[in-house]
Structures are given as structure tokens and as C-alpha cells.
């Protein structure tokens, strides 16, 4: 666009007016798709001029997915696994794609999965957890009990301490689903755990919890008392729906900021102690 053609802005002597500015802006934005889109306008479009078979007849029936899943055209959107990174799949890790993922949910479903013994099945009614050790009262809990205490919402990512590695021995696989996808960040909904320690009663002498998994790995941690009693959390659902099975259904632990092998899935017991309990240390277990 020449001067000339501009002439009908006031001249200013501080330079181009706003809405000159402005009018340059969206002319040279327009400019620069109209390149594609005049190239495409020559010939006719089918996609415009013709009425497509998506619009010819009907489509799917309500309830035809009574739980949704995506659409095929995005089944490249999936957690990945590299086969040589492990023995077995069942004592494994796979990834999330985070490259094609936006915003800061993470769908449980292509959220990166880590077990030590694979995913179990624990339904609901099976459900119980534990508190024992340096208590007042030592408790059981079944599904339904939890659900009746107070309940706290919060946002977390949860990040394997393997993560990156796959980077530790120089660059061995391209793409960052592989190199940092083992990360997933997720609204949980629980009880505070500091809700049903008190609910225990702590000893002075207690300092440290130890969480225990119902899976034969038992994924067992220790975590000092003073996380436990600030933001940790007994969580059942996750971005809104129940946790999934990988996930740790029907409950899990949520350790907001550490790292993910303390948040234990499917957990079982919830242990106070005077000091941490050393388990699995034989192995290095991430
Ligand atoms: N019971 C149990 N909890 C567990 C594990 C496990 O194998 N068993 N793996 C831990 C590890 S090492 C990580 S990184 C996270 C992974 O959580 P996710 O599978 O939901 O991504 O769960 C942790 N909690
Ligand atoms: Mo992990």
C-alpha cells in the first residue's frame, strides 16, 4: 500500500495515527492469508460449492458413545510406550503426548502411566484403607466412609522422577512425548489427609506416614508427617470423573509438588511411625 493511498488519515506530525496503525495491522495480516486463500479462490472449492456427505444424512444417534471417546481423526493422540525401555509392560512406564495436548489438563485417558506391577481392578465395594501405627485409634475406611468427609479440590502435576531420563544417556529417541511425557497434571477431588489422621489421632512420637498400595508391588513410601498433614490428599475423582483404573481406582494418593512415586495408587494403608520405613530399596524404583 502506498502513502497515497493512506492520504485520507490526518497527517500528524508524530508519526501514523492509531487507526492508521491499526488499519495497516489488519491490512497486513489480510495480506498475508489472502496469499493462500486467493490461490485456493481461483479454482472452485469442492469443500464450499459441493454439499458434502456429512450434510447429505444423518448423523450418529444420541447415546451412540454412551461414554465418549475422540474422534478417530485424533487417534495419533495417544500415551506411548518404547518397548526396550523395559523388561516387561507390566513393570513399566509409557508417555504422555504432550506435543499434542493444549491448555493444562491432562485427559486421564492418554495420561502416562507408571505401575510396578501392573494396573489392578479394585472395585468399590473391595475398597478399605487403613490407618495404623503411633495412632489414638487405629481405623479402616470403606469406600462410602471416605465420601462422607469434608472434601478439598486442588490442581496438581504429578511428574515421574524418571522423567527426562530417557535423555541421561544422550538423545535416544526424537519427540518430547518421550523425553518429558512423563508428566500429567490433573484436578483431583478427596479428602485432606490431615482430615482423617485427625480423625486417627496422631501420637506426639508419630513424625513420619508410610502409604501402602493394594497391588502386589505395594508401591510402599514414606512421607514426613509434616507434608502429610499440609496439602496431601486422599483422591477419588479426577478432571471431574472417577480416577481411572491406571490411575489408581478407586482411590490414590495426591502429593502435591513431590515426586510421583510417592503418590501411591490404589492405596491401602496409611501407617504412622517415628520414623521413615525403608522398603524396595534394593532396586532402584522410580
Ligand atoms: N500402588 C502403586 N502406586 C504407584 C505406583 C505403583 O506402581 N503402584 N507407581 C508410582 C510411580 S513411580 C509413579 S511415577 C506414579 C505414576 O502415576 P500414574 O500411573 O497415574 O501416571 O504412580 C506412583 N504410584
Ligand atoms: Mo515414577
Redesign the pocket.
Known amino acids: 500500500m502506498s502513502d497515497e493511498q493512506m492520504s485520507d488519515e490526518p497527517a500528524t506530525t508524530k508519526g501514523p495515527s492509531r487507526r492508521a496503525f491499526l488499519r495497516n495491522g489488519a491490512l497486513a495480516g489480510a495480506g498475508l492469508v489472502a496469499g493462500g486463500t486467493a490461490a485456493r479462490a481461483a479454482t472452485p472449492d469442492p469443500l464450499i460449492t459441493e454439499v458434502q456427505d456429512w450434510a447429505s444424512a444423518f448423523g450418529d444417534p444420541v447415546d451412540a458413545a454412551p461414554y465418549g471417546t475422540p474422534i478417530r481423526f485424533e487417534s495419533h493422540v495417544v500415551r506411548r510406550n518404547v518397548e526396550w525401555l523395559t523388561e516387561s509392560p507390566v ?1 513399566s ?1 509409557n508417555f ?1 503426548p504432550i506435543h499434542a495436548l493444549e491448555g493444562t489438563i491432562t485427559p486421564q485417558g492418554c ?10 481392578e479394585l472395585s468399590k465395594a473391595d475398597y478399605r484403607l487403613m490407618i495404623n501405627g503411633l495412632v489414638d485409634q487405629p481405623l479402616v475406611f470403606t469406600f462410602e466412609d471416605l465420601l462422607r468427609f469434608p472434601r478439598a479440590t486442588t490442581t496438581a502435576f ?5 522423567n527426562g531420563g530417557m535423555e541421561w544417556g544422550g538423545a535416544q529417541l526424537e519427540g518430547c512425548q518421550f523425553t518429558q511425557g ?1 508428566i ?1 497434571n490433573m484436578e483431583y477431588i478427596g479428602v485432606p489427609l490431615k482430615v482423617l489422621l485427625a480423625e486417627a489421632g496422631v501420637k506426639p512420637e508419630g513424625k513420619w506416614i508410610y502409604a ?4 502386589a ?3 510402599g ?1 514414606s512421607i514426613p508427617m509434616e507434608k502429610a498433614m499440609d496439602d496431601v490428599m486422599v483422591a477419588f475423582f479426577a478432571n471431574g470423573e472417577a480416577l ?1 483404573k ?3 481406582y478407586p482411590v ?2 495426591v502429593v502435591p509438588g513431590w ?9 491401602r494403608r496409611i501407617g504412622v511411625y517415628d520414623a521413615a520405613v525403608e522398603t524396595h530399596i534394593l532396586q532402584v ?2
Do not use: Y
Not at 158 to 162: M, P, T, V
Not at 259 to 267: A, I, Q
Open positions: 513393570s512406564i504422555t495420561a502416562f502411566e507408571r505401575h510396578h506391577s501392573g494396573a489392578i504429578l511428574e515421574c522422577a524418571a512423563m500429567h501402602e498400595g493394594a497391588d508391588s505395594s508401591n513410601r481411572r491406571e490411575h489408581g490414590r494418593l515426586e510421583g512415586n510417592m503418590w501411591v495408587k490404589w492405596l524404583s522410580r
